[in-house]
């Protein structure tokens, strides 16, 4: 057992709740070479790594995606090399560090990525109306993408009909067949949308 490892974590969790997140950051950031090194004992490993789950979550929660994202794939490590052979989502931090991973990818703008560990966490978790809400998320924004391309689609062929007024040519038969693809495949994707997002 690494004594100043555990000297740290009782000054950092004593009074956790009247400590400021400032003052935990700061703390965790004057000890990090302590709280990165790599521990065999297991109470070690344990001790760092909720450190470190709790100062990447207090990360995100303060908008520092980048940095965020870093430690929670130092957490990921540590839990997956101690946890080989089980399941690694019977420890509740492990589910934590995939759900901010996936919310920072997604501030990031690194949609697949989001979108990855929202599906493993559905898998994983069936139930939980929260992954399944961002889920259903990710799966609208195709199908209003969708819409607004037929809607500019309908625009652009009515306002082509009316500006350049053509009397029964190809133009008008292209307009005309514009418009009504437009309008069929925007009641589609409409329709399909409101049953897969339910």
């Not at 760092?48 to 130092?74: C, H, M, P, W």
Request: a positive charge; proline letters at 1%.
């Amino acid at each position: 057992m690494n004594i100043d490892l555990e000297k740290l974590y009782e000054e950092i969790y004593k009074d956790k709740d009247k400590k400021s997140s400032a003052l935990f950051i700061k703390k965790v950031e004057q000890n990090l070479a302590l709280i990165e090194k790599e521990y065999v004992n297991e109470d070690d490993i344990k001790k760092s790594t909720q450190i470190l789950v709790d100062y990447a979550i207090l990360l995100y929660e303060r908008s520092s995606f980048k940095d965020a994202l870093n430690f929670i794939g130092k957490s990921i490590s540590r839990m997956e090399k101690v946890g080989t052979g089980k399941n690694l989502f019977e420890d509740k931090n492990y589910e934590e560090m995939i759900f901010h991973r996936a919310l920072a990818y997604h501030h990031l703008k690194k949609r697949r990525k989001a979108k990855a560990d929202f599906k493993t966490l559905i898998k994983q978790f069936p139930d939980n109306e929260v992954y399944r809400k961002w889920i259903k998320f990710y799966k609208g924004k195709i199908f209003r993408r969708l819409e607004l391309i037929f809607t500019i689609l309908l625009v652009l062929s009515i306002t082509s009909s009316i500006i350049l007024k053509p009397e029964d040519g190809i133009i008008d038969a292209i307009a005309l067949y514009t418009m009504f693809i437009s309008l069929i495949g925007g009641i589609v994707c409409l329709v399909i949308h409101k049953v897969i997002i339910r």
